[in-house]
Nanobody
Framework: QVQLVESGGGLVQAGGSLRLSCAAS????????MGWFRQAPGKEREFVAG???????FYADSVKGRFAISRDNAKNTVYLQMNSLKVEDTADYYC?????????????????WGQGTRVTVSS
């Protein structure tokens, strides 16, 4: 089991940038495939980005070219760099971990979750 804590959310204007962090404790995060999900008010939780243990990255079409996921195994931390933010990116963002080889888009494939960090993008 791994404990995950997200940080870095906040209020930003459209077009701006934020970097989210997900710090892992317990088992080392390098043992896990990591993902970022988000949930906007009244909507289902959706996959945003994932990174395999070897560093392969996967993105939802809605964020491709604007967001970048990375991991620093020495720091047990996963990041989500978000650029060119849009109002529709407003959501609670969650970090998640799963065993296996590749990131999966389904939230139920992940066994460990952080508490979330809120991102609000204003127009």
């Amino acid at each position: 089991q791994v404990q995950l804590v997200e940080s870095g959310g906040g209020l930003v204007q459209a077009g701006g940038s934020l970097r989210l962090s997900c710090a892992a404790s317990g088992r080392t995060s390098s043992s896990y495939v990591m993902g970022w999900f988000r949930q906007a008010p009244g909507k289902e939780r959706e996959f945003v980005a994932g990174i395999s243990r070897s560093g392969g990255t996967f993105y939802a079409d809605s964020v491709k070219g604007r967001f970048a996921i990375s991991r620093d195994n020495a720091k047990n931390t996963v990041y989500l760099q978000m650029n060119s933010l849009k109002v529709e990116d407003t959501a609670d963002y969650y970090c998640a971990a799963r065993t296996g080889i590749l990131p999966m888009r389904g939230q139920y494939e992940y066994t460990d979750w952080g508490q979330g960090t809120r991102v609000t993008v204003s127009s």
